[in-house]
């Protein structure tokens, strides 16, 4: 049977084509069935398909299908290879298609600006060339397929505390050259058909209402012409989403949103182009998933060994030494920690999946034959409680399993409640009693391997005197046979650090006012994310980015360099083929302030025992460039650049100069102060405002709730039913934070503004319902239900009222 779809949104009503930029329930866009414009499901999508099942919520509580569950972008990241990202984005394509999903919510490439931000096991680096291009790798693999991608969250969301009523100040160059960068790459280098934007404010307004951020800079000058999905529960402004740009506001804000929308056409302040512009781009994404063909099967099980490839690609080998690794066959294996029982694959929240199968270490372990590797286990010890906290009885089990094995086998890392969407780390340390497990192991056994999980660096006070050290991230379901892979040495070890792992989160930059706890995130680091402020800046680090060793040995020569980019000859000297992720950095003339190098190439090799390979890497149009605030443009410093190349940012043992033409820009301000030499911790506040370039907006707290406060401030409503509210949800979170397991229903409500609540129900509450209710809350409760009253019963007269407006065909 043939099906006839709406192609031209201008064949729309004003008040279809204003119902079409909502949503219609949790996954669904809203169809207009008398116009031939169906409907288009979204799902949660990362690192696996999150289909629900039975009644829908975004935030990964209800059951959901089986699906894949790959590594997570954090591990993902690590392999530094963007065809294999492309290979893993078509299977996620292919399972989305074979469970009706059309739009798959992901990649996520926010900056990983703090190490304890909650969801950076869904983001892929602190450097936006590295989580551009693995990025842009996923998306076209999961557009080959024709589902659609999301790359999200758009833009300058870094932390998850007051997620939805956080305002992120940031300069125009630094959130350029940092946190728009690897957005820029995957629009231009793999076309996405939709981009979400974020729960936060940037510079003052909502990301889904702000016109610099969706039209001026996604649209105008990257061409993005695709679909701008709200972050559900993000949009504040339905006419001024439509006038900046955002296409569509999710979940289900029923059809008042409409009705505002066409209003301010018929007044005027709305131009009705926008809104059948924005109308077109949901219009396009529902035809062309109406006219996909029939979803071509896929083999479960090839995706679960295409899983484990990747995870056994992504583990990164921190410490070796005298080549305790790869184990032999026949060494008998003491395995230590929860976690190789119970094995942590991926985060917590809406990027959850209900994988198709799951191995733990000390399953493959203790099985007999093909799975265990030919490693012999001695024993398991638990050594640790979960959720933190260990005892002398742990420490002497753990330890006494120690002295009897050949090899200790430590399994250690990040729980549940450290790594979740909704909520940050308390601070960077492993759950409590670990660290004091590690070195009684450690001191027990000489030939002891630790195993780190987790999606976000970790202190590790214990770094330098582990024999070895490997890191595992969250390597999906195949993880755990991945890891004994490596270990074993059936996979050559060739995952590279995708972020800096400090010594002490005292030596991040950010550690003095992350999260910001009020309305105003300032991000007064300016451009010294990462590796850009710990090299600039000096800092002694325990890994540096770009870090990873490996069973192999390679070394690098005759570097040339000319105006395509850097070519060079990399040798395996070892006896074992192996792969190797040549980097190059750059550095500046200097008549820009800024860090001292950045990453802007590189380039994963296969390299055979006693083989060389040439490799080049090319420049383009990220290289050499830099926003000149002065002019608002991009620019390229004329002069002598230096280019680096090495395994590592601080092991960059080839360089070259190369005369780079351009423009010269104006002096360097000598007010920029601590900002010239990265002396973070010293910036005043006048720097900042000149950074800034303007005057740095403060807060102005009252004494009343208003509708943009998060529910978290309930607690000092006038309202003593208002109060109790907010205090029970506090608990809530206490009750669940002590089991260690995170209530994210909670954390969702605590962060969520009350005037986002109308957004989930489907049109039942309307803002003007909202408003009423804060008259409540702040102590007017007469009027405030009176009014609520009135409002409910006009609201749902309205909603009948539009609804059958909308049943009517032109």
């Known amino acids: 049977m043939e099906h006839h779809t709406l192609t031209d949104a201008n064949d729309l009503t004003l008040l279809q084509a204003a119902a079409l930029l909502s949503g219609a329930s949790a996954w669904d866009s809203r169809a207009i069935p008398a116009a031939l414009v169906p409907s288009f499901v979204m799902s949660d999508g990362p690192h696996g398909v999150r289909r629900q099942l039975g009644d829908a919520d975004h935030l990964g509580i209800a059951e959901s299908e089986k699906a894949t569950c790959f590594p997570t972008a954090s591990a993902l990241a690590a392999t530094w290879d963007p065809d294999l990202a492309r290979e893993m984005g078509e299977a996620l394509g292919l399972e989305a298609r074979g469970l009706g999903v059309d739009v798959l919510l992901g990649p996520g490439l926010n900056i990983k600006r703090s190490p304890l931000c909650g969801r950076n096991f869904e983001y892929f680096s602190e450097d936006p060339i590295l989580a551009g291009r693995m990025a842009a790798g996923l998306v076209d693999g999961i557009q080959s397929t024709g589902t659609a991608a999301c790359p999200k969250h758009f833009a300058v969301n870094s932390q998850e505390l007051r997620r939805m009523a956080s305002d992120s100040i940031v300069d125009e160059r630094t959130m350029r050259e940092i946190y728009l960068t690897g957005f820029e790459i995957v629009c231009r280098d793999a076309g996405p058909r939709v981009i979400m934007s974020s729960y936060n404010l940037v510079n003052g307004t909502h990301a889904h209402e702000n016109r610099h951020l969706l039209t001026e800079i996604l649209r105008d000058e990257w061409g993005f012409d695709g679909m701008v999905v709200s972050d559900w529960g993000g949009c504040t402004d339905a006419v001024g989403a439509v006038r900046a740009g955002g296409s569509l506001e999710m979940p289900a804000p029923g059809l008042e949103d409409a009705r505002r929308i066409v209003a301010a056409v018929e007044a005027g302040t709305l131009d009705a182009s926008d809104v059948y512009a924005r109308a077109q781009e949901v219009v396009n994404v529902a035809s062309a998933s109406a006219g996909l063909p029939a979803p071509t099967p896929y083999d479960v099980d090839e995706h679960h060994k295409l899983a484990t490839r990747i995870a056994s690609e992504a583990i990164t080998l921190l410490r070796n030494e005298d080549d305790l690794l790869p184990l032999s066959a026949g060494t008998r294996v003491a395995l230590i920690g929860d976690l190789a029982d119970t094995p942590r694959f991926q985060g917590s929240g809406s990027s959850q999946v209900n994988p198709t199968r799951v191995e733990a270490p000390r399953e493959l372990l203790e099985a007999q034959g093909e799975d265990a590797r030919g490693l012999v286990a001695a024993g398991y010890a638990r050594g640790y409680e979960r959720h933190g906290g260990t ?248 002069g002598t650049w230096t280019i680096y190349v090495g395994p590592n940012v601080e092991d960059t043992p080839l360089s070259a100069t190369l005369d780079v033409e351009g423009t010269t820009p104006p002096p360097i301000d000598p007010a920029l102060g601590h900002y010239l030499s990265a002396d973070v911790a010293g910036i005043t506040n006048g720097e900042f405002a000149v950074l800034l370039g303007r005057t740095i907006p403060t807060a102005h707290p009252t004494d009343e709730i208003t509708a943009s406060d998060p529910m978290s401030e309930l607690i000092r409503a006038k309202s003593w039913l208002a109060r109790l509210a907010g205090r029970k949800l506090h608990a809530d979170k206490a009750k669940a934070d002590a089991k260690g397991d995170p209530d994210l229903n ?44 009135i409002r409910y019963v006009a609201n749902a007269r309205a909603n009948k009222a539009t609804q059958r407006e909308l049943d009517q065909a032109r």
């Open 391 to 638: 005892s002398d009885a742990l420490i002497a089990e753990a330890v006494d399993l120690a002295k009897s094995a050949d090899v200790a086998l430590l399994y250690v890392g990040l729980d549940e409640l450290a790594e979740s969407e909704g909520l940050d780390r308390p601070h960077m340390r492993l759950p409590e009693g670990q660290d004091r497990l590690i070195e009684a192991v450690v001191a027990a056994n000489p030939h002891t391997v630790v195993v780190l999980t987790g999606g976000a660096s970790v202190e590790m006070p214990w770094a330098d005197s582990v024999p070895a050290l490997v890191n595992g991230y969250l390597t999906g379901q195949g993880g755990a046979a991945a890891m004994l892979d490596v270990l074993t040495g059936a996979v050559n070890p060739s995952g590279r650090l995708a972020e800096t792992y400090a010594r002490s989160y005292e030596d991040h930059p950010t550690a003095a006012w992350y999260p910001a706890t009020g309305p105003l995130s300032y991000y007064r680091e300016g451009p010294f994310v990462g590796y850009r402020y710990f090299t600039t800046a000096g800092i002694d680090v325990a890994f540096p980015f770009g870090y990873g060793l490996s069973y192999s040995r390679f070394e690098y020569s005759d570097l040339e360099v000319d105006q395509e980019g850097a070519t060079l000859t990399v040798t395996n000297t070892s006896e074992r083929d192996g792969a190797d992720v040549v980097q190059l950095y750059v550095s500046a003339p200097g008549g820009v302030f800024g860090p001292a190098r950045e990453l802007k190439g590189f380039a994963k090799v296969e390299v055979p025992a006693g083989g060389s390979v040439r490799v080049t890497i090319p420049f383009d149009r990220y290289t050499f460039r830099h926003w000149e605030t002065s002019r608002g443009a991009w620019e390229t410093e004329a």
């Open 746 to 789: 909670v954390h969702f409500a605590l962060n969520m503004p009350l005037g986002s609540i109308a957004k989930f129900t489907n049109g039942a509450v309307s803002a003007d319902m909202i408003d009423a209710v804060v008259e409540v809350i702040n102590g007017h409760f007469l009027r405030g239900v009176t009014r609520t009253v």
